[in-house]
């Protein structure tokens, strides 16, 4: 998959090791960058696991349309698909076989 981050800081964060660090600490950064490998392996995001330890899943209320993946306890990844139409199952649900493109939005602990 292709993958795309929000903002020039988040790329920045995303890629650089020394500005990752800074801005989550060490390990936080290493998952982000193993998450990011990890998407950029994949053909989409149907190849990406629902299961731990990435436990990608689709996200409600008012984060709804966006996904996330698990890098510690509390802490996630935040992204969405990058496409226009998102690509929808008859049913109305998210394709995720067709999704081929993300855009990284955070990383954040949205649990309180």
């Known amino acids: ?7 020039n800081t988040l790329l920045k964060a995303c890629l650089n090791t020394i500005e990752g660090n ?3 600490g ?7 960058r193993l998450r990011i490998t990890e998407f950029e392996a994949a053909s989409s ?3 990406i696991s629902k299961l731990p330890p990435a436990r990608c ?4 209320n008012n984060r709804a349309g966006q996904l996330s993946v698990v890098l510690n306890r509390n802490m996630r990844l935040i992204f969405m698909p990058k496409h226009d139409p998102v690509p929808t199952l008859p049913s109305g649900g998210l394709d995720w076989s067709r999704v081929t493109e993300i855009l990284i939005l955070e990383v954040i602990d949205y649990h309180g």
């Open 1 to 7: 998959m292709k993958v795309y981050c929000s903002t």
């Open 22 to 24: 800074k801005k989550w």
């Open 26 to 32: 060490k390990a936080i950064a290493d998952k982000v």
């Open 45 to 47: 995001l149907g190849d």
């Open 57 to 60: 899943h689709e996200l409600s």
